[in-house]
């Protein structure tokens, strides 16, 4: 079973510059979750979709930052304009019921690097 | 609100002795509880969950965690280290089954040999 797929690994801008990331998550999984985690720190949650549905954007700096799940499969996340402050890497997770519980699988991240 | 604490940023052991990286929680009622796994340039993975039942849980990789409600802890233990466990450990927990995880702030392992 191939996991979360994420794209790109790696991107660096200048601030004021936008960037997007993108998500595949796991076959089947119909909830969806973007975190954000700054070096030193656990990921914060940012969004999360329940298929193509917004269940908890709270954390989401909405200002610059947006996402979006057409579809009910990927998802892009973007910034725009970018801050120094948002260099972190960007988790992208799905997950699904096993047993009683749902479990919260990770894609690999994109690093960013605002300079 | 909900939150975890994980009071130690940094551990070294050396590879055979046991392991125990500690966790608290603070949450009104009885959490879902997670400990992650995250390895340079890697996604985090799953060691063992908690949500109801034994208070002793087994995980992958020979990690296990048991659960106290009175002292709102959730300690990760491994009775033999290996070198390869070195890596960033994680402690999470969750409201609700497909609630958002609330995580520490992370304990980097260091394993001597």
């Not at chain 1, 997950?95 to 991240?109: H, K, N, V």
């Not at chain 2, 990789?61 to 709102?72: D, H, L, V």
């Not at chain 2, 466990?85 to 995880?101: I, M, N, Q, V």
């Amino acid at each position: 079973e191939a996991g979360v797929a994420q794209s790109p690994r790696y991107k660096i801008i200048e601030k004021r510059q936008s960037v997007a990331f993108w998500c595949n998550p796991i076959s089947g999984h119909a909830t969806l979750y973007w975190y954000q985690q700054i070096l030193g720190q656990g990921p914060k949650l940012l969004i999360q979709f329940q298929n193509n549905g917004v269940v908890d954007d709270s954390q989401l700096p909405k200002d610059r930052f947006s996402a979006e799940r057409l579809k009910g499969v990927d998802s892009t996340l973007k910034i725009q304009p970018a801050k120094l402050e948002d260099s972190a890497v960007y988790l992208c997770a799905s997950s699904f019921l096993r047993g009683r519980t749902y479990e919260q699988y990770f894609g690999p991240g994109t690093r960013l690097t605002v300079t | 609100a909900q939150s975890v604490t994980q009071p130690d940023i940094h551990i070294t052991v050396s590879e055979g002795a046991s392991l125990e990286l500690r966790c608290n929680y603070s949450y009104g009622a009885t959490p879902y509880l997670f400990w992650y796994v995250q390895s340079p340039g890697q996604g985090l993975q799953l060691l063992l969950k908690y949500f109801s039942g034994d208070t002793l849980v087994q995980g992958i990789k020979g990690f296990e965690a048991e659960f106290k409600r009175s002292q709102s802890s959730f300690n990760l233990r491994k009775p033999s280290v290996h070198w390869s466990d070195a890596a960033e450990y994680f402690c999470a927990l969750s409201a609700g089954t497909a609630s958002k995880l609330t995580f520490g702030t992370g304990t980097r392992l260091q394993v001597t040999l």
